[in-house]
Nanobody, 121 residues
Framework: QVQLVQAGGDSVQAGGSLRLSCKSS????????MTWFRQAPGKQREGVAQ????????FYAASVRGRFTISQDNAKNTLYLQMNNLKPEDTAVYYC??????????????WGQGTQVTVSS
């Protein structure tokens, strides 16, 4: 059973930065894609960033493009989400997920435990 363990959530002011991490427990697990999702109170879970693990091709939701960067460190078996110029509307619980290459939560196979990001104005 693959476990994805997240770290890095916090409370910051608007304009600030945070980096989230997501470490896989299984070094032999090679998902096709890794995706960051977020869920704000009362809203559906939405995909915000995705990376193809073999090519490093990335995709972003329009709401975060230019501010967020998804990356991976294969040696550490860890996925990252660098979030810059954070806005109050970025406030949500953030989740990493594997391994479908779509921004569809129901198709993902494994999930991290979630981490809270709160951005104050």
């Amino acid at each position: 059973q693959v476990q994805l363990v997240q770290a890095g959530g916090d409370s910051v002011q608007a304009g600030g930065s945070l980096r989230l991490s997501c470490k896989s427990s299984e070094y032999t697990y090679n998902p096709k894609c890794m995706t960051w999702f977020r869920q704000a109170p009362g809203k559906q879970r939405e995909g915000v960033a995705q990376i193809y693990t073999d090519t490093n091709i990335t995709f972003y939701a329009a709401s975060v493009r230019g501010r967020f960067t998804i990356s991976q460190d294969n040696a550490k078996n860890t996925l990252y989400l660098q979030m810059n110029n954070l806005k109050p509307e970025d406030t949500a619980v953030y989740y990493c997920a594997a391994d479908a290459c779509v921004f569809t939560a129901s198709l993902q196979r494994y999930w991290g435990q979630g981490t809270q990001v709160t951005v104050s104005s």
